[in-house]
């Protein structure tokens, strides 16, 4: 009976001599020198094109390539057919930025003194629109008249030609004055 408890005790001796046999000796372990990294399958990575959720790294993203503002006018020539000397028009030269970036409009120029134009001081957003307001002067005008506003803006197209036409007769003044 004194055998059965001596059984665990060679067991654990041939278990500790069979470990001791498959351990490599001191020669056969590599050096530091002769210890080779696995290859790193992403050379020289940069620090910005690395993502934070992965090891790899990320291809470079593109800028979405956005068109320059771009006007479009419902009309760009009013006829105003005819009106009597003296008589004053204003008429609205409505528009729409169709591009794809914000619509900024520097200055409108009339081509003489009687022809002004205004315009909005704010930036126009992609698929916004505004209004060129022009103002014709008949006063000291007779005959065919056509006149100009030119539109300078940030749009592909940066100045634009708006037209103000039409025929100014001569003013009938009255003849009461005397009587």
Request: proline share 8%; glycine share 8%.
């Amino acid at each position: 009976m004194r055998i059965i408890p001596l059984l665990p005790v060679l067991f654990i001796a041939l278990l500790s001599a069979c470990a001791s046999a498959d351990a490599p000796k001191s020669e056969e372990m590599p050096t530091t020198e002769e210890f080779q990294a696995p290859e790193n399958p992403f050379p020289n990575p940069q620090p910005d094109s690395i993502a934070a959720d992965t090891s790899r790294p990320v291809g470079k993203v593109e800028k979405p390539d956005m068109k320059a503002p771009a006007i479009k006018f419902e009309t760009q020539v009013y006829n105003f057919d005819s009106i009597k000397a003296g008589e004053v028009l204003n008429f609205d030269f409505k528009f729409t930025n169709v591009g794809e970036r914000p619509l900024e409009i520097a200055k409108v120029n009339g081509s003489c003194g009687c022809t002004v134009g205004s315009w909005p001081f704010l930036l126009i957003a992609k698929g916004e629109s505004g209004v060129i307001k022009a103002r014709f002067d008949s006063k000291g005008k007779k005959g065919k008249q056509e006149n100009t506003l030119t539109v300078y803006s940030n749009a592909e197209l940066p100045e634009m030609i708006l037209t103000i036409k039409g025929f100014v007769r001569e003013g009938v003044e009255s003849n009461k004055a005397g009587k």
